[in-house]
């Protein structure tokens, strides 16, 4: 019996399930020498490198097998949600990326997550203080490998096209940019609202902006929404919405598949910028067909300052993906996520563009300037706000996401996103 099965009938055993409703081997359950990783890095680079990195692996560890399952973002997220809310250790798969906060907390609760505060402890030595996204009550759940911040990624020849001789640092600015860009006869922003997410960052850079450090710190514990920063941040989002800077159809527009998503649009020079995060460079890249992205044309500038807001100028928005292990999965799953964090494997990851790494040893392989850029800037935040639907839960964030979406689409306002939330965070209470 696989150490999953057997964490399956303990978890059954434990709940009173009848046997019916806890059985089947499930589609990601394995063996004791069968590693099942999923990750999202589904296009090339990332993808090939991946399944480099596997390979590698067996052939050190004899007698493991790694299975790859490469998702497209949304697809993997889609199918975590799936399996966690099985709560069957059988449909999770032993290694996964882990957003942590609130999210994490719920599947450390269900028991669905293994504490490798001990067995990987010169790795969150390593990595510092940014593993603490990925800790509950002091025991650390999943090993960060990726952490960066959303900030508007542009076409520095477009820009040059339009006149706009230097990147936005305000929000007149911002504005004065997307008349010059529309003036030269160019789309200035690509976002794929149909995603949620990309459109929800607008109100989370926006609500970092009105709102201070201790205000958000204090909501993501209390789930109190009551500051009216929250609401004013609904308001410049709506502000941002009425200047109409978005592609058309842009209600309608994925993430990050293909060439007509927000990221292959700026990839492909149809916009002149979209906001994302540290993942852009790599997803452009795997998005055109020199496997090239934007290249020397990439430029990055952070969300633009918000007068009389509250929140600190230097702060940032982001956060980051982790490797997490399953409760039940094999042994070597642990040593696995080990080696992915190991230099070796970090330097390739950084020089194929594929985010911000934390080893410290690998970030002087970053060979994308911007990326390189990038990494300065969150290294000198005084500190990075964490994605508001990884840090509320998926059901508060999630009802704020689609409030926000209402936002975008006309169909609400600033005080509907407060609502929204307050509703679904006096739920969690």
Known sequence: MSRKTQALAALCAGLMIAATGCGGSGDSGGDDNTIIWWHN???DPGKGYYEQVAKDYELANPGVDVKVQAFAHEDMLTKLDAAFQSGDPEQIPDVYMERGGGELADHVEAGLTKDLSEDASDEIDMIGGSVAGWQVDDKTYALPFSIGVVGFWYNKDLFAKAGITAAPTTMADFYAAV??????????????????????????WTAVRECSEDILTSAVKSLDFA??????????????VAHKPFNNGFLSTGAQEGPTSASGLLATGKVAMELAGHWEPGVMQGITEDKKGLGD?????AFPQIESGQGDPAAQMGGGDAWAVSEGAPDASVDFV??????????????????????????GALTDPALADLIKVRDSAPYVQLYFDT????????????????VFAGKGSAADIVKATQAAADKEK
């Open 338 to 363: 080990k080696y992915l964090l190991s230099t070796e494997v970090q330097t390739g990851f950084a020089k194929n563009g594929m985010g911000l790494p934390t080893n410290p040893d690998a970030t």
């Open 41 to 43: 890095s589904n296009n």
């Open 297 to 301: 044309k990439t430029g990055w500038f």
């Open 179 to 204: 008349d010059k860009l529309e003036a030269a006869g160019i789309q200035p922003v690509s976002v794929g609202a149909k995603d949620a997410w990309p459109a929800a960052h607008y109100y989370y």
């Open 391 to 406: 840090a509320f839960g998926q059901s508060v964030g999630g009802a704020m996401n689609d409030a926000i979406v209402n």
């Open 227 to 240: 500051d009216a920063c929250f609401e004013k941040a609904g308001d410049d989002l709506a502000d941002i």
